[in-house]
T-cell receptor
Framework: DTGVSQDPRHKITKRGQNVTFRCDPI?????LYWYRQTLGQGPEFLTY????????KSRLLSDRFSAERPKGSFSTLEIQRTEQGDSAMYLC?????????????FGEGSRLTVL | AQSVTQLGSHVSVSEGALVLLRCNYS??????LFWYVQYPNQGLQLLLK??????LVKGINGFEAEFKKSETSFHLTKPSAHMSDAAEYFC???????????FGSGTRLLVRP
């Protein structure tokens, strides 16, 4: 088990471009979470999936953001028409529901810089 | 609504000194509480968690925390700081079946030689 992996680790893009991040959770985990973390702040919840179903979305997840988990395994987070305010670290976490005591396992994050 | 407040965005201690990082939570139901650590440009690593068992919780790297319901607190302590403890520490609460975590704004721990 290699833990939660995220790709790419760093992305620099120009304002207005689209970007996509990928998250591969721990293999037996059925829940997957996306968070955003800006400099000097704690992670903020964006959305989460149980298997392929997206069960909750934060108000932070504007119309330019879309997340998918098509087969209940990996997930993608796409940001369309990026803005400078989207610059942040995007963190993915996973967990399982059976016997869970609430711990989330985090990846190392994908850092986005919008110029 | 659930929330977490971490008092002190920066805490500086000497190597070997006591570490105390403060966390207060707000929740209308019994919470699960967590402390995570984050090193630069890395993800979050779980230090310890409280899930309604023992109120004094021991974690990794010599850290521990005590759940005090009357004070709605979950402060993190370590008897003797090490240089390798320098990092950002986040307190978090989980209160519903989604198990999503609500994080505090974090406390950066600086350890002086």
């Amino acid at each position: 088990d290699t833990g939660v992996s995220q790709d790419p680790r760093h992305k620099i893009t120009k304002r207005g471009q689209n970007v996509t991040f990928r998250c591969d959770p721990i293999s037996e985990h059925n829940r997957l979470y996306w968070y955003r973390q800006t400099l000097g702040q704690g992670p903020e919840f964006l959305t989460y999936f149980q298997n392929e179903a997206q069960l909750e979305k934060s108000r932070l997840l504007s119309d330019r953001f879309s997340a998918e988990r098509p087969k209940g395994s990996f997930s993608t987070l796409e940001i369309q028409r990026t803005e400078q305010g989207d610059s942040a670290m995007y963190l993915c976490a996973s967990s399982y529901t059976e016997g869970n005591t609430g711990e989330l396992f985090f990846g190392e994050g994908s850092r986005l810089t919008v110029l | 609504a659930q929330s977490v407040t971490q008092l002190g965005s920066h805490v500086s201690v000497s190597e070997g000194a006591l570490v105390l990082l403060r966390c207060n939570y707000s929740s209308s139901v019994p919470p699960y509480l967590f402390w995570y650590v984050q090193y630069p440009n890395q993800g979050l690593q779980l230090l310890l968690k409280y899930t309604s068992a023992a109120t004094l919780v021991k974690g990794i790297n010599g850290f521990e925390a005590e759940f005090k319901k009357s004070e709605t607190s979950f402060h993190l302590t370590k008897p003797s700081a090490h240089m390798s403890d320098a990092a950002e520490y986040f307190c978090a609460v989980s209160v519903d079946s989604s198990y999503k975590l609500i994080f505090g704004s974090g406390t950066r721990l600086l350890v002086r030689p």
